[in-house]
């Protein structure tokens, strides 16, 4: 069980990208090839990673342009979902948003993933 006060947030590295990239080839149908994520690291996006005692628990990537930020990519390493680790990341991301004076945040998501659109629900996102 990880003690969630244990947990760290940094900012994601050309040198993350590897385990960065397993994550996202195990948790997703359709995942990111690498050069999205050097895209966007290169684009100067938000990319962060959870860790762990320097295991990778998640990451989120989120671009902001004005008023605006767009949450590009969340994803959680299998062996942690549904322990509120997804959560965590999306919260960091709003948060951080917040501070740098963003007024809307949006995301797309499948409606097929219901445990995500549970949570962007409870969240207080909504459909548009």
């Given at each position: 069980m990880i003690n969630?006060?244990?947990?760290?947030?940094?900012?994601?590295?050309?040198?993350?990208?590897?385990?960065?990239?397993?994550?996202?080839?195990?948790?997703?149908?359709?995942?990111?090839?690498?050069?999205?994520?050097?895209?966007?690291?290169?684009?100067?996006?938000?990319?962060?990673?959870l860790e762990f005692e320097k295991q990778l628990i998640a990451y989120g990537i989120m671009s902001a342009a004005a008023s605006e930020a767009h949450i590009?990519?969340?994803?959680?390493?299998?062996?942690?979902?549904?322990?509120?680790?997804?959560?965590?990341?999306?919260?960091?991301?709003?948060?951080?948003a917040k501070q740098n004076k963003v007024r809307s945040v949006f995301l797309e998501v499948r409606p097929s993933n219901k445990v995500a659109v549970h949570l962007y629900e409870s969240l207080g996102f909504l459909e548009i």
């Open positions: 969630k006060t244990q947990l760290c947030f940094r900012r994601m590295l050309d040198a993350d990208l590897e385990s960065v990239l397993k994550l996202e080839v195990a948790g997703h149908a359709v995942p990111w090839a690498k050069g999205i994520f050097v895209d966007c690291l290169r684009a100067g996006c938000y990319c962060v990673l590009l990519n969340v994803c959680v390493n299998n062996k942690f979902l549904r322990q509120g680790f997804g959560r965590i990341v999306i919260l960091h991301l709003l948060a951080a």
